[in-house]
């Protein structure tokens, strides 16, 4: 059994604990919030111990891997000190807000016995795995454009995290899509141009971008259309749509996973989620299938299919379209 913690006990990381705690191959030996509160909550619920400091958790819980949870912008320290330690690491999404903080971690792996995995989850979402398995024959030809979309309704920047104002919809769900885009063209982006709206949340007190559209171009030829904001009504059916296109030389495929194969009709119309729910007192669905290729990734002492270099592409991706937005510009990343 590998010994696995987690620093953040926010939405995330209260899901991962729960997920960790069923998995064959990990134990979960501590869980650990600056706020020592909240820590011990969740340490109580899934019976381990509660720290406030990550360092003293690697040390005395004697980790073998760790799962970073925290908000966007607090990663990079906190990889950083994994990787000291020769702790594997499995974080979120993005790796960090900063292109030079991720070449740097980069240069960290290299010399710890750790191993970083980004939480790409959306990888082993069976519609985009499905999509991914549709084109790998060949028989679509090569792909010439992708559209994508991941929305949140308003309640996520104004009720469920508390630090909209220091990030965007771009670190936040674009990093999302953009990988995906990533993983399908195998390509990396050589131009980047980005527009965007910023008027509803500045309105509410809130100082970020309300909208993202975006416009790439791949190394291979390959156009990318791809929009994130978290304004949607709260009357929508789910908290997240999200979408995606890809047409190709002889063929498209196309996804929509907001609709979920259920609906419920009440006081209200929603669709309960299918692609994360719980089977027979087991949690089931894509943070499941991503935890597992982390963890038998190490139980099997393989490589993680999500490399650290994907993080960074994404990072360096990401930096350029707030570049964009903010000179109102195309900006080359040749």
Known sequence: MLRMG??????????????IDQHPHLCLAGVCDHHLVKAEELGRAVSTAAFSDPGVMFRQAELDAVYIATPDFAHYELVAEALAANIHVLVEKPLTMDVTEAHKLVQREQQSRGRVMVRFGNRYNPPYAAIKQTLAGGAYGRILSIKGHLN???MVPTEMIRWSHRTTPGWFLLSHILDLGSWLTEAPVRSVYASGSRWKLASLGIDTWDFIT??????????GQFESGWVLPTAMPQVVDMGLEVVCEHG???SNTHQQMVT???ERYSF???LMTNVHGRNAGYLVYSLDVFANCLHEQQPFPITLQDGLENVR????????LELGSCVSLG
């Open 252 to 254: 498209m495929v196309r």
């Open 214 to 223: 975006v416009l790439l171009k791949y190394d291979n030829g390959t156009v």
């Open 6 to 19: 987690i620093v953040g006990c926010g939405i995330m990381g209260k899901l991962y604990a729960s997920l």
């Open 152 to 154: 949140d309704t308003i």
């Open 317 to 324: 991706v990401l930096e350029a379209v707030h570049r964009s």
């Open 272 to 274: 309960p989620p299918t």
């Open 264 to 266: 419920a009709v009440q």
